[in-house]
């Protein structure tokens, strides 16, 4: 098993007004080689900010906003008493990506969790993903199909001509497979680029396999 230094460690920022619980929350780090604290000030890409509440509410989603930008450049572990009253949904916008109920996870339950968050995964607790999965019905049902569009904000039209792209298919063997003009098929991958923020074709492309679209 490799050896990890604290230059490659899991930096972990911790934020939580009673100091006992962040103490308790401190100690834990201590348990893995693989995670080291660092000021909330501090947190960049990559970072793990945890955020100790009794109750999760939407003020705790807006003080998010206040830990230094954390909520848009740091995932974010809410530790909760058992509370949880903010929208789900709202709360993934936020950055938060695994929830622990405070009086029911062990010191390798933490660990576990940091490093699970900040490899790219989540964690959340059954109740909380079942309403997560109910939003993202709702949304999907009710907001994107009507308006021809996927859960990633990509048209199942877009997706089509970017898979074909992969493909290594020319715009006019697009336009003919898709039964649309060349310029139509030009017209929607501008559309992908400009609304996503991409760059060219390969970026969009990149982009779309990233996101299990294609």
Not at 43 to 59: F, H, I, L
Not at 121 to 145: D, H, K, N, W, Y
Not at 178 to 184: A, D, K, N, V, W
Not at 194 to 201: E, G, I, S, T, V
Request: aromatic share 6%; hydrophobic share 45%.
């Amino acid at each position: 098993m490799p050896v990890h230094t604290l230059v490659d460690a899991t930096r972990v920022a911790i934020h939580a007004p009673e100091s006992i619980v962040r103490a308790g929350l401190v100690s834990y780090l201590q348990h893995d080689r693989e995670l080291r604290e660092v000021p909330v000030g501090d947190v960049c890409d990559g970072d793990v900010v945890v955020v100790a509440t009794d109750v999760a509410d939407a003020s705790v989603l807006e003080g998010l906003r206040g830990l230094s930008g954390a909520a848009d450049i740091a995932f974010v572990l809410v530790v909760a008493r058992g509370q949880w009253r903010a929208d789900i949904s709202s709360a993934v916008d936020h950055g938060v990506r695994a929830v622990l109920w405070r009086d029911s996870f062990t010191p390798d339950d933490f660990a576990r969790t940091l490093l699970t968050v900040a490899r790219g995964g989540g964690s959340f607790p059954a109740s909380l993903q079942g309403t997560l999965m109910e939003q993202v019905q709702i949304t999907q049902r009710e907001v994107l199909v009507p308006r021809g569009l996927a859960a990633s904000g990509i048209s199942f039209r877009e997706t089509d001509v970017l898979r074909l792209v992969a493909e290594g298919e020319e715009l006019s063997q697009i336009a003919a497979k898709l039964s649309y003009s060349e310029s139509t098929i030009k017209y929607v991958l501008y559309g992908v680029m400009k609304r996503l923020q991409l760059r060219n074709r390969a970026h969009a492309v990149s982009y779309a396999i990233r996101s299990g679209l294609i």
